[in-house]
T-cell receptor, first 114, second 120 residues
């Protein structure tokens, strides 16, 4: 049981390049999320997907697109990377524990845009 | 306005002592949930404890307890008998109930974190 798996763990891009962060969960969860973490800012929600085939914007969606390919996979795409997108990105999925909606996170993907 | 405020950027505690990490929140919802996550230096986010807004008793999970004061809108994390392995960043988070596409989604809002250092 791998939980939430993100790839790649590290990536360096040049301004204007594109890339896709991959996320997969094997826990049969419906809801999945992409967050970014910046120093002193905590985690901020980029996009989320309540279920397969649906996606919605979070707090900081500009510059990103997402695809919920199937129930397992939720990818985050940067079409034209900017230095402001240098961050650590976390994918998460949601489960119910004792009546609580709990997020379980992947290990994170550290992205540097030069 | 920030929904979650953690006023302590850093805290220090001696091993085996108890420590309280502060968290206040802002919501007009009646139904909401409060969470604490731990992020060690390795980077992963680890769920610690949850408190629902309608729960009358404070949540406890082993050495972790959540001091929930609803009227003051505070949800402080108490770690008893600190261990060296407790050194990490701790995040408070809140879920507001929100109906999206016919289902409650439960988006999480995070505070900026408190860096806890446990010394021998």
């Amino acid at each position: 049981n791998a939980g939430v798996t993100q790839t790649p763990k590290f990536q360096v891009l040049k301004t204007g390049q594109s890339m896709t962060l991959q996320c997969a969960q094997d826990m049969n969860h419906n809801s999945m999320y992409w967050y970014r973490q910046d120093p002193g800012m905590g985690l901020r929600l980029i996009y989320y997907s309540a279920s397969e085939g649906t996606t919605d914007k979070g707090e900081v969606p500009n510059g990103y697109n997402v695809s919920r390919l199937n129930k397992r996979e939720f990818s985050l795409r940067l079409e034209s990377a900017a230095p402001s997108q240098t961050s650590v990105y976390f994918c998460a999925s949601r489960f119910i524990r004792a009546g609580a909606n709990v997020l379980t996170f992947g290990a994170g993907s550290r992205l540097t845009v030069l | 306005a920030q929904k979650i405020t953690q006023t302590q950027p850093g805290m220090f505690v001696q091993e085996k002592e108890a420590v309280t990490l502060d968290c206040t929140y802002d919501t007009s919802d009646q139904s909401y949930g409060l969470f604490w996550y731990k992020q060690p230096s390795s980077g992963e986010m680890i769920f610690l404890i949850y408190q629902g807004s309608y729960d009358e008793q404070n949540a406890t999970e082993g050495r972790y307890s959540l001091n929930f004061q609803k009227a003051r809108k505070s949800a402080n994390l108490v770690i008893s008998a600190s261990q060296l392995g407790d050194s990490a960043m701790y995040f408070c988070a809140m879920r507001e109930a929100r109906i999206d596409r016919g289902s409650t989604l439960g988006r999480l809002y995070f505070g900026r974190g408190t860096q806890l250092t446990v010394w021998p």
